[in-house]
C-alpha cells in the first residue's frame, strides 16, 4: 500500500485522519476534501494495493489483512471510506476499537447487493456484468464506472469532467485488483456484526446515488449502537465531489463530537 500524509502535523495535537478511496480509483480523489480537512487534522491518503501508486503491489484486497496493517501503520485515527473502501474501514473497527477513533463511511453499505432481507443493494449482476467488460474493453469499463459514479448529482458533468482527469493520473488499477475487488463487492456482508460494533459510526450517502443505493447508509447506521446517518439530498456517489463543504463541515462535527464524548469518559 501507499500512504501520503499531509496536513497538520502528526505531533500538533490535532487528530489523524485516514482515508480510504473506492473501487478503481485512488486517495488523490480526495484533493477538493482534503483541501478542506488538512487544516483541522493530520491527513493520511491511502492507496490500496493494485490502485494508483501501489499499482505494483500485488498483495490481496482482503479487508481483514489490510486493515491490520493499516492499523499498525496508522494507529489513533478516525478512518474514513469511500464505498470499496469502507470495508477495510469497516474492517478495522470492528477488529482494532483501541485503535479506532471513529468511522466515516461514505456511500459505503454493509452489504453491498441486494438480498430477500436487505432492499438497499445493487443486482448482483451489476458486479459480475461489470468483471465481463473489463476482460472485453478494459479503459471502456472504467470510464463507464465514473459516468455511473458521477450520475445523479446536479453537478454530474463536472464531477465527470474531474473524474476522468483524475481518475488516472496515478496509472491505471491493475485488473486483478479490479477483479478482486468486484469480488468483494459482491459478496461482503457484514451487518450482523454492525451490533457489536464498540466505535461511533457516521454514515453519509448521496439520495442520487445510482451505485449505491442512498437508503442502505441509514440502514447500516440503525444497526450500529453509535451510527449516525446524514443523507445529501444533492449529491451522488461521490458526495466529496459535488458537496464538498457540506460533507466537510458533517465530518468535522463528527469528529469534534467524538472527541468531546471521548474526553468526557
Known sequence: MYIQTTGASPDSGRPAIALIHGWAMHGGLFASLVERLAAHYT??????PGHG??????????????AADLVERIPDAYWLGWSLGGQVALRAGLDHPRSVRGLVLIASSPRFVVGTDWPHG???D???????ALQRDFRGTLEGFLALEALGSPSAQDELRHLKQQA???GEPAERALHEGLTLLDEFDVREELPNLQVPSLWISGR????????AMPAAAALAPRGRSVVIAQAGHAPFLGATDEVAQTIEAFVEAAQAQS???
Open 43 to 48: 491527513v493520511h491518503l491511502i492507496d490500496l
Open 53 to 66: 501508486y501501489a499499482r505494483e503491489d500485488a498483495t490481496a484486497l482482503d479487508p481483514k489483512a489490510l
Open 122 to 124: 445493487v443486482s448482483p
Open 126 to 132: 451489476l458486479f459480475r456484468n461489470f468483471g465481463e
Open 168 to 170: 488516472f493520473e496515478r
Open 208 to 215: 442520487r446515488d445510482r451505485l449505491v443505493p442512498s437508503g
Open 263 to 265: 474526553g468526557a469518559a
